[in-house]
């Protein structure tokens, strides 16, 4: 686990630097991506403590008992460490090791201040939704699956604030409350929709423009599609390859590229998918590095989404970024950000709506002025007044 603190810059001697412990026990992809840029960008002293991106549904159940006692270990060592510096004649600091607990909502952040006890005592704390288990479309339920939207529930109404990355997760996740505990066969509480909307708001997620400012647009000789994500049945993998490959039945000139992660259970359905594709395909999986795939998302001219679980979609914003026509279904998040031009409604919109971009071939940079919103510079201050503020009132 990581458990280096201190990544940032400093204040001045006479103002003291906000201590955030930032808690993630599923360290990839956007979790990690945002996490990064924040522990960067956001002054403060930082505690970040994070488990790999593995299993979730594990990080879910047991994070908590694995980060509460890394939390005790910090505590315990920070403060040994304070009370030295004072008696060595250093300023005193406010009681106890953080200010503020920042966390993911892959935690069970009640379980974690439970038995994370003493050393988290009184610190406030932001829970942040990338996403909610109510809205998560699962293929088979399960009674077991009732305990992760309960993990989501306690820890939202653990939290001192709740912070959403779109108004559809966090109008979806209310609305989705009072139906989900109404599957309890008594004792069904009331009034926690209202209790977590009271402290709730959006904030979305910034991404790092460096690399995608490092490699502007390069056309090829024919238009490329990029299919920017992970390989899971939430992506709707199948949706698109249905879309492109009737469009190469047409004999319409053009490549493919797919830029996110094959998983193991999912291998062999992407090469059996992409091998349809031939000498179409020139790039299929994760690529090997950030300034890789900039480069990718740089040379394509259509990104697509065809998501049945998307909260926000930073993917989708990169591409935009790097210059590509985004096209996403007409549901989910996508509304909030992209206008009906850059929308369509079913596989057959789709392939409509690819086909003219074909044949019509888009210049670069369309919706580069959406996506130029979600940067860090233009979120970082947000997120650090978010931190000062709940900080304070807990003061």
Not at 70 to 91: C, I, K, P, Q, V
Not at 98 to 103: E, G, M, P, R
Not at 140 to 159: C, G, K, R, Y
Not at 241 to 261: K, M, P, W
Request: include cysteine; hydrophobic fraction near 45%.
């Amino acid at each position: 686990m990581d458990g280096q603190t201190g990544r940032s810059t400093t204040r001045s001697p006479d103002c003291r630097r906000l201590r955030i412990l930032a808690l993630e026990p599923y360290y990839g992809g956007s979790h990690r991506a945002v996490l990064d840029g924040l522990l960067s960008r956001v002054e403060a002293d930082w505690t970040p403590l994070t488990l790999p991106a593995r299993k979730w549904k594990w990080r879910m159940r047991g994070a908590a008992i694995t980060m509460a006692a890394e939390a005790r270990r910090l505590a315990d060592e920070r403060l040994g460490n304070m009370t030295a510096g004072h008696a060595a004649g250093a300023s005193p600091q406010t009681p106890g090791a953080w200010d503020l607990i920042f966390a993911s909502t892959f935690l069970n952040l009640a379980e974690f201040k439970g038995l994370a006890a003493e050393a988290v005592h009184d610190v406030p704390a932001i829970v942040y939704f990338h996403e909610n288990q109510l809205l998560y479309p699962n293929r088979h339920e399960a009674e077991w699956d009732f305990q992760f939207p309960l993990i989501n529930i306690t820890s939202a109404l653990t939290a001192d604030r709740c912070l959403f990355n779109t108004h559809w997760n966090l109008e979806g996740f209310l609305a989705e409350i009072d139906p989900f505990l109404k599957r309890f066969p008594d004792h069904r509480p009331g009034g926690v929709a209202e209790r977590i909307a009271e402290k709730s708001a959006v904030l979305p997620p910034p991404f790092d423009p460096a690399d995608l400012d490092a490699h502007p647009p390069t056309r090829g000789d024919v238009p490329r599609i990029v299919w920017p994500h992970r390989w899971e049945h939430d992506k709707e993998p199948g949706a698109f390859f249905s879309a492109v490959t009737r469009l190469a039945e047409e004999d319409i000139a053009f490549e493919v590229a797919i830029a996110g992660q094959a998983f193991r259970e999912s291998a062999e359905e992407m090469q059996r998918a992409a091998a349809a594709l031939g000498k179409r395909l020139v790039h299929a999986g994760e690529p090997e590095s950030r300034a890789e795939y900039a480069a990718l998302l740089a040379s394509a001219d259509i990104a697509v989404s065809t998501a049945i679980n998307e909260f926000f979609g930073l993917a989708m914003v990169e591409a935009s970024y790097a210059g590509c026509y985004p096209l996403v279904p007409d549901r989910l998040a996508y509304p909030e950000f992209y206008g009906p031009e850059f929308r369509y409604s079913n596989l057959d919109s789709l392939i409509a709506r690819l086909r003219s971009l074909l044949l019509d071939r888009p210049a670069p940079g369309f919706a580069r002025a959406m996506a130029e919103g979600f940067t860090f510079r233009r979120l970082a201050p947000r997120y650090a007044g978010e931190f000062d503020r709940i900080a304070a009132e807990a003061g």
